[in-house]
């Protein structure tokens, strides 16, 4: 079974920083497109950040200057620094692993950013 085991969520200061992390040890992780979503309750699930398997990268708009999705192939793991956060940042941040345009896609059992004004 696959998993994608997430940590590095919290709770933070507005201003402040979080590493989120992303482990997806069964996977041939090299090949996945990587990428970090969140939720919050009563909205859809939205893409935050996205890097491909050749690094590269792509942001909501929202985020851009202040988020940056990384990956480590030898440790098949996916980062995301997240610095000045922001209140409207609080969700619920998903990792998601995806193959050839979701022929394969797994997600993450998610974590819970929280940021306090």
């Known amino acids: 079974q696959v998993q994608l085991v997430e940590s590095g969520g919290g709770l933070v200061q507005a201003g402040g920083s979080l590493r989120l992390s992303c482990a997806a040890p069964?996977?041939?992780?090299?090949?996945?497109?990587m990428g970090w979503y969140r939720q919050v309750p009563g909205k859809q699930r939205e893409l935050v950040a996205q890097?491909?398997?050749?690094?590269?990268?792509n942001y909501a708009d929202s985020v851009k200057g202040r988020f940056t999705i990384s990956r480590d192939n030898t440790k098949s793991t996916v980062y995301l620094q997240m610095n000045s956060l922001k209140a409207e940042d609080t969700a619920v941040y998903y990792c998601?692993?995806?193959?050839?345009?979701?022929?394969?896609?797994?997600w993450g059992q998610g974590t819970q950013v929280t940021v306090s004004s």
């Open positions: 890097i491909t398997h050749n690094s590269v990268t």
């Open positions: 069964r996977i041939t992780f090299s090949v996945y497109a």
């Open positions: 998601n692993a995806n193959w050839r345009s979701g022929r394969l896609d797994y």
